[in-house]
């Protein structure tokens, strides 16, 4: 049965394992060599020059060296291009180590070195394109603003759905039209493919914070660019110069966590949408953020985004006061960044995540964000309820 015959959850489970069974293994193996042997001169050279401009191993030839290629990170990006439903995928050490690579790779050059961001985005990346670290020159603009910004030297355009922290949605078809012929990089950690397939509405690369739902458990970083095998051609060398590589064990650990993906986001919606709910019966809260308690003028909750997702916003009505007491008094949550994991936390994005973000574009001290976990919404409900000094049960 070929990868693409088969269900996500299939696929989740058994995508970039296909090379286990001759190997004579069930369980992924971990491959720490970081140097590997040359089977002869001629085709190690070959290997080599082939590996380090962007290609994949010649028939016969080897692996070479531990930051041009290993086979652990290779099955993890193959699983996570699968789920994605792209040709390749290229893994990289963090989600901005990923971010860093595509903006050299499509905004590097003399030719183009102009990006279009659509805010609101992660916090990291704002900053990263606002101090023009590595020689590009950014455009932040709208989701309907992307066709005016872009220029003759535009060499991407970048935007992240849901946004962060606000859950707003945007349509990655109508950014790709704008865009025209520039390629559009859509940053997924917020939807995973379990809700969300940017490739499938045009966009070129789709990008992941593996350290949120992908490896889902709070103890690995990594990053992920899924895409054509040509623009994967164009990121391979900047990865093998910079050195920014997954570790193997980081990759294990990744690609272990893509078997319950599904599993785990349908879950963590659930509890998501029931806490949401409730969290708009209560007077502390001036606003609920969540995808289907909201007005959705981008059109694409339910086509492009196929659910709601396990993150949620709250604007309190005591502002930044309120939002130190409730991040305080909490039990069950855990008072700290990241999200997508198996346990449930809580932050204020204006005094954190979104810190470095210019002043006119952060957001309000009064916000503050849930990742939803896996535990029993009933329990998350009460934690909330007791830190907002409420009643766990007037839902
Ligand atoms: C965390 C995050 C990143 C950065 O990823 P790291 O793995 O922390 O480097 C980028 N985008 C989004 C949406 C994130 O949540």
């Known amino acids: 049965m070929e990868d693409a015959d088969m269900q996500l959850d299939t696929l989740a489970v058994h995508a970039g394992r296909a090379d286990l069974a001759r190997l004579g293994v069930h369980a992924l193996p971990i491959d720490l060599s970081t140097t590997n042997p040359l089977p002869d001169l001629l085709s190690g050279g070959d290997s080599y020059e082939a590996l380090a401009s962007g290609g994949t191993i010649p028939e016969g030839g080897s692996a070479v060296y531990g930051r041009l290629w290993n086979p652990t990170v290779a099955r993890f990006e193959s699983g996570l291009a699968a789920l994605e439903h792209a040709e390749t995928a290229v ?55 992307v066709r005016d910004a872009c220029r003759d030297d535009t060499g991407l355009v970048l935007l992240e759905t849901p946004a962060n922290p606000t859950l707003e949605l945007v349509n990655i078809a109508d950014v790709v039209e704008q865009a025209g012929d ?13 809700l969300q397939n ?41 990865r093998a110069i910079t050195g920014a590589v997954l570790h ?14 599904p599993l785990r986001v349908r879950a963590q919606q659930a509890s998501a949408r029931a806490v949401a709910e409730w969290l708009t019966t209560q007077t502390d809260v001036s606003e609920v953020f969540y995808p289907g308690l909201r007005e959705d003028p981008s059109g694409a909750l339910g086509t492009q985004f196929t659910g709601t997702g396990a993150m ?20 069950i949550f855990t008072h700290a960044v990241s999200l997508g994991g198996v346990d449930s936390l809580i932050e204020s994005p204006a005094a954190l995540t979104h810190r470095p973000v210019s002043a006119d574009a952060k957001p309000d001290a009064g916000i503050v964000r849930m990742s939803i976990g896996l535990e029993d919404p009933r329990d998350l409900i009460a934690d909330l309820a007791q830190a907002l000094g409420a009643d766990a049960t007037a839902r």
């Open 312 to 331: 949620l916003a709250v604007r309190l009505g005591g502002g930044a006061a309120a939002v130190e007491a409730l991040t305080k008094r909490v039990r």
């Open 91 to 145: 893994a990289f050490a963090s989600g901005m180590a990923a971010l860093s690579a595509a903006l050299l790779a499509f905004a590097g050059s003399d030719g183009s070195r102009h990006v279009v961001a659509v805010r609101p985005l992660y916090g990291g990346s704002d900053h990263l394109l606002a101090t023009g670290l590595l020689g590009t020159e950014v455009t932040f603009c709208d989701p309907d603003g």
């Open 248 to 261: 193997p064990l980081a990759a294990y650990l990744l690609h272990r966590g893509l078997t319950t993906l």
């Open 198 to 238: 940017p490739l499938d509405h045009g966009a070129a690369l789709v990008m992941h914070s593996a350290t949120k739902y992908l490896g889902g458990h709070g103890d690995v970083l990594g990053g992920v660019i899924a895409c054509s095998e040509a623009h994967a051609n164009r990121l391979r060398p900047i």
């Open 182 to 194: 520039v390629p559009v990089l859509v940053d997924n950690t917020f939807a995973t493919p379990v």
